[in-house]
């Protein structure tokens, strides 16, 4: 029974890194970019989400070969429901944060969903968690727009 389980998400897995790998060029819309300092071929938006991927799918391909080598109950079987609970709100909150910025632009909504994700964590001093969170929203903003010519979506304010 847990060789079906393991097996049958790593199968999962590796449809999904598969399909990704050719579905990504229709997924990613933008500007080829160069990284200064590198070769003068440009890098195309399409690069990272194709090589996450391939990471995505070997790991599968590596879990589906060293199935039969491992003995014992899958951590997964063993981890109680308040884990799959917190797991399942973490993802809930990047789906938030993603449908926001395509809503609020990316500023604004990296700006809250920092401050929220830290007030979650345990961080209580806004004074310290709401500067940086502004001071990274506006930092990768910065090196997206001018470092990699890689327009990111604007909103409320940037």
């Keep these: 029974m847990r060789w079906k389980l393991e097996g049958t998400l790593a199968v999962a897995v590796l449809t999904v890194g598969v399909l990704l790998f050719f579905t990504a060029p229709n997924l990613v819309r933008g500007w080829a970019f160069s990284i ?3 070769t003068d071929v440009a890098l195309e938006p399409v690069f990272f989400p194709r090589l996450a991927s391939l990471l995505l799918a070997s790991s599968a391909v590596l879990v ?3 199935i039969p080598l491992r003995s014992g109950a899958l ?3 063993e981890t ?4 799959y609970l917190r797991a399942g709100a973490g993802l809930a909150g990047i789906l938030v944060y993603l449908i926001s ?3 609020f ?3 604004v909504s990296t700006v809250v ?3 929220v994700a830290s007030f979650i964590g ?3 001093k806004l004074a310290i968690v709401i500067p940086v969170a502004i001071g990274v929203a506006v930092a990768l903003r910065l090196v997206f727009r001018f470092g990699l010519h890689v327009g990111l979506p604007e909103g409320l304010l940037l």
């Excluded at 109680?80 to 884990?83: K, P």
Aim: charged fraction near 10%; proline fraction near 8%; glycine fraction near 16%.
């Design 36 to 38: 200064p300092g590198t």
């Design 64 to 66: 589906l070969a060293t």
């Design 75 to 77: 951590p997964a079987v």
């Design 80 to 83: 109680d429901s308040g884990a």
């Design 101 to 103: 910025v395509v809503t």
């Design 105 to 107: 632009g990316f500023v």
């Design 113 to 115: 969903f920092i401050t």
């Design 122 to 124: 345990g961080y209580r």
